[in-house]
């Protein structure tokens, strides 16, 4: 068993979005859906600075499903299509149970991290992208970010952090004190995002 995480160093990120677009190819993630998106903690638009020049300021922070130690989500999910995996400790979605109540999305505070499809998911192209064994996309289900779900099972790691130029992502195991992120986390300052609501995200950011 093991407890995955993710730590994201916001002083990095260069505001690229591969990792977004990454995400989004390994997955087959329909059209008008990201699973994995990068503010801009700025101006009132993405990419735009804040303030007056000269003194403008303009960062980014990638932002996608906590994957939480204590999830909201899961509690009210009424059939259990939310759930949080034992082995992995990652929250999943299981598209065949999902009836479309949107609770999960409801009670998750981390505003935007899940999708609904309202329709049929459509494609830019004739030709399926992804990794092998991913679950098909459906009609009237919440969908979020897994932390490639069918990477990490088989000991690699999630396609975001793959083509980073920056290399401001780093990935393992929480639960081992010995692993890079642990002991990373442990010497650097850190944040998390909205603690006060209890849910403990196994994502935490580098300041």
């Given at each position: 068993?093991?407890?995955?995480?993710?730590?994201?160093?916001?002083?990095?990120c260069?505001?690229?979005?591969?990792?977004?677009?990454?995400?989004?190819?390994?997955?087959?993630?329909?059209?008008?859906?990201?699973?994995?998106?990068?503010?801009?903690?700025?101006?009132?638009?993405?990419?735009t600075?804040?303030?007056?020049?000269?003194?403008?300021?303009?960062?980014?922070?990638?932002?996608?499903?906590?994957?939480?130690?204590?999830?909201?989500?899961?509690?009210?999910?009424?059939?259990?299509?939310?759930?949080?995996?034992?082995?992995?400790?990652v929250?999943?979605?299981?598209?065949?149970?999902?009836?479309?109540?949107?609770?999960?999305?409801?009670?998750?505070?981390?505003?935007?991290?899940?999708?609904?499809?309202?329709d049929?998911?459509?494609?830019?192209?004739?030709?399926?992208f992804?990794?092998?064994?991913?679950?098909?996309?459906?009609k009237?289900v919440?969908?979020?970010c897994?932390?490639?779900?069918?990477r990490?099972?088989?000991g690699e790691?999630?396609?975001?952090?793959?083509?980073?130029?920056a290399?401001?992502?780093?990935?393992?195991?929480?639960?081992?004190?010995?692993?890079a992120?642990?002991?990373l986390?442990?010497?650097?300052?850190?944040?998390q995002?909205?603690?006060?609501?209890?849910?403990?995200?196994?994502?935490?950011?580098?300041?």
């Open positions: 068993m093991a407890h995955y995480g993710m730590a994201i160093d916001l002083k990095r260069i505001g690229c979005h591969t990792c977004s677009i990454a995400c989004k190819q390994a997955n087959n993630i329909p059209e008008g859906i990201l699973w994995n998106r990068v503010l801009t903690n700025g101006g009132e638009a993405m990419d600075a804040g303030g007056i020049w000269p003194n403008n300021h303009m960062s980014f922070q990638p932002t996608s499903c906590q994957h939480c130690e204590n999830p909201a989500c899961t509690k009210v999910c009424p059939v259990g299509a939310t759930y949080k995996d034992p082995e992995t400790g929250v999943r979605q299981d598209y065949d149970k999902c009836i479309g109540c949107r609770m999960c999305m409801a009670a998750c505070p981390y505003t935007g991290v899940r999708s609904f499809n309202w049929e998911p459509g494609y830019a192209v004739d030709v399926t992804g990794d092998e064994d991913l679950p098909t996309h459906q009237h919440v969908e979020k897994t932390f490639c779900y069918q990490i099972t088989k790691t999630p396609a975001c952090m793959v083509l980073c130029p290399r401001a992502r780093h990935w393992g195991d929480l639960d081992d004190p010995e692993s992120v642990s002991k986390i442990r010497e650097r300052k850190v944040m995002l909205l603690p006060e609501k209890d849910t403990k995200p196994s994502v935490y950011y580098f300041v």
